[in-house]
């Protein structure tokens, strides 16, 4: 069908160009036979009024006589020229209006094709800021994805990104349908407002009872909710976003992670299993600075685990567990508590406690 119209144009020329070419062609007539009336001494509503009235063949009369050989030459210039390109301007803009309807029954029809062909592939509810980034993500890694929305400005932002989508309310069964909720093997809504992740949820589970459903909350109170509608997992972007800056306050150090590739997908890994990898810088002062390995990691209670240690340069890879923490060090943990680990690391030693003991 794609070629059908690129045939088209080659042969008609582009719909949107050939408008704008034919309007401006009228819009130099008009200014034109406007001027010329105006030269022989006639005002320009007058001018205006009997040129308006000659292009579109209305033909109540002229509002001064036509009685010299210089107004004839511009009558008739004007109903030639005019006349041809009203008729030209009304082709157009058929054309114009044909072609975009036909392109959307055509790539209406093509969309559902392609998604009625997917199995095992990811429906989003909703395109907002999470829902680009997770069409985005996923399409990178070559996983099948559905897009439902139904802002006419964000369908036209999910088709320039190359991924398959339906206008529609993810809130409505039939919408479902169409996206292939019965084949699809997650569904992912991301909507800001929590009645309709929680709808959305309890509808995908009718329709589908094996579908793995990951939903987005926003009150602390929707989580038990969407759980209880039968989502897998919930997100909540707040609380989130509220631990990561508290990563960053905690751990400063560990911002220079996200530029090792190799570490930064190992957080990724890690992440799925709770854990986390954090760069600690060991201050003056600090409780850690001067203790062997083991005894750090005796002390942290299995709050946190070294992994390497930066020092002047060098990296001592698995450090054995006599190896001392010096000041200055830069200390790579495996963190399974990342508050439990910020007491261990950065309180002074006088606080450390041990049991009934402090050190």
């Known amino acids: 069908m794609r070629r059908i119209f690129a045939d088209a144009e080659s042969v ?12 401006a062609f009228v819009g ?13 001494g006639w005002s320009f509503s007058d001018a205006s009024y009997m040129v308006l009235l000659t292009i579109y ?20 210039g004007t109903m030639v020229l005019g006349c041809t390109g009203m008729i030209l301007l009304t082709s157009a803009l058929v054309q114009f209006f044909t072609v975009l309807q036909l392109r959307q029954i055509f790539g209406a029809n093509r969309m559902q094709s392609r998604i ?43 088709e320039a990104a190359g ?34 992740n929680v709808f959305i949820t309890l509808s995908a589970r009718n329709l589908n009872q094996d579908l793995e459903i990951i939903a987005r909350g926003e009150a602390a109170t ?11 997992q919930v997100v909540m972007p707040t609380h989130i976003g509220a631990e990561r800056i508290a990563r960053m306050i905690l751990f400063p150090a560990s911002a220079d992670l996200a530029a090792d590739a190799r570490l930064d997908q190992a957080r990724r890994d890690l992440g799925e299993l709770g854990l986390d990898l954090e760069m600690v810088t060991a201050t003056e ?60 690391l950065f309180n002074s030693r006088a606080e450390i406690r041990a049991g009934r003991n402090k050190f």
């Open 12 to 23: 008609l020329g582009s719909p949107v160009r050939n408008l704008i070419s034919i309007l």
């Open 28 to 40: 130099v007539v008009v200014v034109v036979a406007t001027l010329a009336y105006m030269a022989a």
């Open 57 to 76: 063949t209305v033909g109540y009369g002229e509002v001064r006589p036509i009685d010299t050989p210089y107004l004839h030459t511009v009558t008739m």
């Open 116 to 158: 009625e062909k997917l199995s095992g592939h990811a429906i989003i509810c909703g395109y907002g800021r999470i829902g680009l980034m997770l069409a985005r993500d996923l399409a990178e890694a070559k996983m099948p994805l559905v897009v439902i929305e139904r802002d006419a400005a964000r369908l036209a932002e999910i």
């Open 163 to 196: 991924h398959l989508c339906i206008a529609g309310d993810a809130t409505e069964e039939e919408t479902l349908i169409i996206a292939g909720i019965s084949r699809a093997r997650v569904l992912a809504t991301v909507l800001p407002d929590d009645a309709a």
């Open 222 to 232: 929707t989580e038990r909710k969407l759980l209880r509608a039968g989502a897998h």
């Open 285 to 344: 002062g600090a409780a850690m600075c001067g203790l062997t390995v083991g005894e750090a990691e005796r002390q942290a209670a299995g709050a946190f685990f070294v992994v390497q240690i930066n020092r002047a340069g060098s990296a001592i890879m698995r450090p054995a567990r006599d190896e001392r923490i010096a000041v200055g060090d830069e200390v790579l943990v495996l963190v399974r508590d990342s508050a439990a680990a910020a007491r261990k």
